[in-house]
């Protein structure tokens, strides 16, 4: 038996203990904003937290996680709210949508860290997260413009 | 106007209640017949809810945003408050085919037709009510106005009313002025909110109870067959339920599954270690001689001789020997995969004699016709469910896949899903052709273009569906070949044999990557010959503003994307303007005092749109170059959804730059050499450039592609800066081959 807590609930899972913690997600679980697009961590398709840090679900195995806070996309925040996922919206980051996820997962980890990161600290912590239809200029701006509206007076 | 033939327009109650509107001239036949199956474009329940049909698929373009803002326009619906469902595949809705950047020209006006039938059926039914002339009514934002009298109603009051309206034989379109959503830059992103919080359901993400998942082991060597396997490790791992063998294509291939052995288990962990544990030898055919770097060699050898002539105007042979001087380059590009970021999947539950998928299609339709194939089932059994497609660039076109899944699900007597790994998707896909290409000029004494001779071969997609063809098909030249506007007395393109040895498909743009590649690095080569500025170059080769004739081009016919040449014309006006813009954006002219930076530019057209790239290549502290700011000029016509319009252009520049500088396919022992994100790479982050700068006109032609055409000149347009920066003429592609990247 396997515990984990995803998005602040308890499970009790009965896996293998070397099972990606992404195929846990996805398969065990139902939360399908996850996403499978390399299971290799070229990607970042899968980019959950774990206890706040951005790891790839696909090579970790779910006893990693275990004892540990995982935050999938489903998690970031209630409703959509946080700034970054607005952000996204407003200013249509997103075109097919499906490394999205892994995208926000990412820069929610780099702007909790860092609130005010550099372009070069941008395109250093999202260079893990591929995007096909190439919305990186978006995504920059995107998360520049909520680390500018975040700015302590 | 008139109603298009293909319109067939009828509003009629339904059990549901309100107004029904569809199109298609079998609708009309079958409800007389009394089975009642319309394509319905749109429906106006007496909620005053607006239901607007999809019938193309999403994939980033917008889409779903675009085509229900064609019908709302004109009916005047709130297209905030508007419901879009997504059509499953059905002849009825006609080409889905979501491909060749064709959505909004091929429907503009019949998406059109039907919002306005609403409109005027609407009003009539207002105005019969307030006892006033209809022409005098209007509609906005869910409401029949009547301004004179400050009268207005919302649909839900009214539907019932307007469904018994005789519906009109034909509707006047809305001027532009009067259009609230269509030419916007503006309209809502539909699927945002949802993919933004993970709530958006893709290929993969159908939840059905008792769902297996099975991941396959596909036949290393294309038309390769299993000679023995062993399937007792894969059985014994936890969660593997059973391992089922497929069958082998025959060939021509088209959209057949490729066979091999699918491992059936409880979760996709169980199927990927179940994979892994089969032992499998294969039987790998003839295509396991295959490989890239003697290909390379036989494609050269083969346009360094006389080929098929696809393209003749003047006495090309003739003016070349008696040239006065005479300029000659060779260029190669290679495989690309499509490598869109989900990876094919695909659920079906086969039961009782019926099919349901769930899958991330671009082609339901396609989709169904290969499940009744490989199932026996009949199509009219067949339901297509269409997801959010993660990427699809011509991939998912392709519907091989999602036979598997239904193949799979009837063996397994239980829903099954699909999983390709990344692994499957770069080594087994429907691979962009390999290409060679040698271009010719000769000039005569006073340094004047007198002839152009153009060969290319490549493996031609007719090959996919036309066992052993070696020659592109007249679609296949058309882009870019065929129709490329030269200005030049004496012209020849030629087309020699290659043949496939691999699944050849179409990817983003299509064979525009090659040959916009090949002229665009000649005519920088021609310029730098003869010591003229290549903006210079390009627009003389294009020559003079006006409608290229088929003569012209010394073709007899060319297919024109679908169009005939009167309501798509070659315009080089048009041509020459995006040229003149995207320039100006540059800076180009200016450009010398910038020594840092090398420039380069290019031009096409594709999908009936016009499109000319500056880029700005630096070299970076390391060494490397990088693509420092990029400019994008496009015309393509008349433009419904500016916002996403303006983001497939960004993306085109991400995607050319991949082509340009990482991404490769190649081939020894017939498989591939590259299978995941390591070997096959893509631009990042950080290649992203410091800034692009799209514009897109704003005008009232016939409205062209978008999603294709921003790709073609990236890729040269980088090659040519790398040659104004350091003097090295690069004839290939990817440019992390030569170390540059």
């Known amino acids: ?153 | 106007m008139t109603l298009s033939r293909r319109v067939f327009l009828k509003g009629l109650g339904v059990s549901a209640g309100g107004l029904l509107i569809g199109g298609g001239g079998k609708v009309w036949a079958q409800a007389a017949a009394g089975s009642f199956d319309p394509n319905v474009f749109v429906h106006i329940g007496t909620d005053g809810v607006v239901t607007i049909v999809c019938h193309r698929s999403e994939m980033g373009q917008g889409v779903r945003s675009t085509l229900p803002a064609l019908i709302a326009d004109e009916l005047g619906a709130d297209l905030a408050s508007v419901r879009v469902v997504q059509a499953i595949g059905d002849k009825k809705y006609g080409d889905q085919n979501t491909d060749g950047s064709s959505s909004v020209r091929r429907r503009f006006d019949e998406l059109r037709e039907a919002g306005a039938v609403g409109r005027v059926m609407l009003c009539t039914a207002a105005a019969r009510r307030w006892q006033v002339d209809a022409k005098t009514c209007t509609t906005e934002g869910g409401f029949v106005v009547h301004s004179q009298s400050k009268r207005r109603i919302a649909f839900a009051d009214i539907v019932r009313d307007a469904a018994r309206v005789k519906p009109p034989a034909k509707v006047e379109l809305k001027a532009p002025a009067q259009r609230r959503y269509i030419g916007s830059s503006t309209l809502p992103l539909l699927d945002g909110p949802d993919i933004a919080t993970g709530k958006a359901i893709f290929g993969a993400d159908v939840k059905l109870p008792g769902l297996l998942t099975a991941v396959i082991l596909h036949p290393p060597v294309v038309g390769g067959t299993l000679a023995s396997y062993d399937a007792t490790p894969a059985l014994a791992i936890r969660g593997v339920r059973q391992v089922v063998e497929l069958p082998a294509p025959q060939p021509p291939y088209k959209f057949q599954p490729l066979g091999g052995l699918a491992v059936i288990a409880d979760n996709t962990w169980a199927a990927l270690r179940g994979r892994k544990a089969l032992v499998a030898t294969w039987n790998h055919g003839d295509n396991a001689a295959y490989d890239s770097t003697s290909y390379r060699e036989q494609q050269t050898a083969t346009i360094r001789g006389n080929c098929t002539v696809v393209r003749s105007r003047g006495r090309t042979a003739d003016a070349m020997s008696g040239a006065a001087s005479r300029l000659e380059a060779e260029y190669f590009m290679p495989h690309l995969s499509h490598a869109p970021m989900e990876p094919p999947a695909a659920t079906a539950h086969v039961k009782d004699g019926k099919c349901e998928v769930w899958t991330c299609t671009q082609n339901p339709q396609e989709s169904q016709a290969v499940i009744a194939a490989v199932t026996g089932l009949p199509p009219a059994d067949i339901t297509v469910n269409v997801t959010l497609l993660g990427g699809g660039f011509g991939r998912k076109s392709k519907p091989d896949y999602v036979g598997e899944a239904a193949f799979l699900s009837q063996k397994v007597g239980a829903p099954v899903r699909v999983q390709w790994t990344r692994e499957d998707d770069i080594r087994h896909d429907y691979f962009h052709t390999t290409s060679v290409q040698r271009l010719e000029a000769g000039l005569d004494g006073e340094g004047k273009l007198v002839a152009w001779r153009h060969r290319t071969t490549f493996p031609p997609i007719a090959s996919t569906f036309t066992e052993g063809a070696t020659l592109g098909r007249e679609g296949e030249l058309a882009q870019g070949y065929a129709d490329f506007p030269l200005d030049i007395a004496n012209v020849q393109v030629e087309n020699g044999p290659s043949k496939a040895h691999v699944r050849i498909g179409w990817l983003r743009s299509v064979n525009n990557i090659h040959s916009a590649f090949g002229i665009n690095c000649f005519i920088d080569e021609l310029a730098a010959a003869r010591k003229v500025d290549p903006k210079t170059q390009l627009l003389e080769i294009l020559g003079a503003p006006r409608n290229v004739t088929l003569e012209e081009l010394g073709m007899e016919k060319i297919p024109n994307y679908g169009h005939p040449l009167e309501d798509y014309p070659l315009d080089v006006a048009r041509m020459r303007k995006v040229i003149e813009r995207v320039t100006a954006m540059a800076g180009w002219e200016a450009r010398a005092q910038d020594p840092d930076r090398g420039y380069g530019l290019a031009f096409h057209k594709s999908f009936q749109c016009q499109t000319a790239v500056v880029v700005a290549v630096k070299k970076q502290p390391s060494g490397k170059l990088k693509v420092d700011e990029v400019w994008l000029a496009a015309d393509a016509g008349l433009v419904v959804n500016h916002e996403r319009a303006q983001s497939q252009m960004e993306g085109a520049v991400l995607f050319g730059m991949s082509i340009a500088m990482y991404s490769e396919v190649t081939f020894k022992g017939g498989i591939a050499e590259q299978s995941n994100f390591d070997g096959y790479r893509l631009t990042r982050m950080p290649d992203a450039p410091r800034a692009i700068h799209i514009d897109i006109a704003k005008n009232e032609e016939r409205p062209g592609g978008v999603g294709e055409p921003g790709v073609p000149p990236v890729a040269p347009a980088i090659v040519n800066a790398v040659f104004a920066l350091t003097g090295k003429r690069v004839r290939e592609v990817p440019l992390s081959r030569a170390g540059l990247v």
């Open chain 1, 1 to 153: 038996m396997i515990q984990l807590t995803i998005n602040g609930v308890a499970h009790e899972l009965d896996v293998d203990p070397e099972m990606p913690l992404l195929w846990v997600l996805r398969d065990v679980l139902g939360l399908t904003g996850t996403k499978y697009g390399c299971g290799e961590a070229l990607c970042g398709a899968c980019t959950v937290h774990l206890d706040g840090h951005a790891v790839r679900a696909c090579v970790t195995p779910v006893r990693r996680a275990s004892a540990k806070a995982v935050t999938s996309i489903e998690g970031l925040s209630a409703d959509g709210s946080h700034p970054l996922q607005k952000a996204w919206t407003e200013m249509g980051v997103p075109q097919c949508g499906f490394c999205q996820a892994g995208q926000l997962m990412t820069a929610a980890a780099l702007l909790a860290k860092n609130p005010q990161p550099t372009p070069t600290d941008i395109d250093r912590s999202l260079a893990g997260n591929l995007c096909r239809c190439g919305a990186y200029n978006r995504i920059r701006a995107a998360i520049q413009k909520v680390a500018v509206e975040t700015k302590q007076p």
